[in-house]
């Protein structure tokens, strides 16, 4: 996560993910963050995202996407990634996963 920052990876099963509410290191604090799905299939369901404060952005998540089990959520240790940082993140993720093609990724744009 940037040159000089190392990150914290929470794993957060969907039937938790009101603790993200209660992790001081999440609440507030970019992130980039990958939804998956049930890996008793031949090709798991992802999503990968960023945000400037995953406590919030999850609300949404539980609401409109009712197909996945964990989130891995990524925060720098020492808080000094910004917006722009995430979405970078968020672009190689992207990028990586359709290369790698062992996902479903349910994202519907690919950022720039």
């Known amino acids: 996560m940037g040159a000089n920052s190392t990150c914290h990876l929470y794993v957060i099963p969907r039937e938790k993910i009101m603790l993200a509410n209660t992790i001081q290191d999440i609440v507030g ?31 949404d998540h539980l609401q409109k996407k009712d197909w996945w089990k964990t989130a891995l959520v990524f925060i720098a240790d ?9 979405k970078y993140l968020e672009y190689l993720g992207i990028e990586t996963a359709i290369s790698a093609d062992s996902f479903e990724l349910l994202n519907s744009a690919n950022p720039k």
């Open 78 to 86: 020492n808080h000094k990634i910004y917006g722009d940082d995430v």
């Open 29 to 59: 604090q970019p992130a980039f963050y990958i939804l998956l799905g049930d890996f008793n299939v031949d090709k798991p369901k992802a999503y990968i995202g960023q945000t400037t404060d995953f406590s919030n952005r999850k609300n």
